[in-house]
């Protein structure tokens, strides 16, 4: 995460519902959906197909 220099690094687990986070991995942004879902928002996600996250997965959110 240092192309982003804003962002806090954090747990999925830890990410409220609805709010937008930026998964190091794929380098785009996603919206939690469920304790294991989120919708990638960025890039080529329109926001309706969802993806798996673990728990433990560390991603960033914008301070």
């Known amino acids: 995460m240092n ?3 804003t962002l806090h690094r ?3 687990s830890d ?3 609805g ?5 190091p991995i794929s ?3 996603f919206v939690k959906q469920s304790d294991t879902l989120a919708a ?3 890039g080529i996600g329109d926001g309706t197909v969802p993806d798996e ?3 433990d ?3 960033g959110i914008d301070r």
């Open 15 to 17: 990410v409220s519902l």
């Open 57 to 59: 997965d560390v991603v």
């Open 10 to 12: 954090i747990k999925f």
């Open 27 to 29: 380098a785009e942004y």
């Open 40 to 42: 990638m928002v960025t």
């Open 53 to 55: 996250f673990e728990a």
């Open 19 to 23: 709010q937008r986070f930026y998964d």
């Open 3 to 5: 192309t982003h220099p």
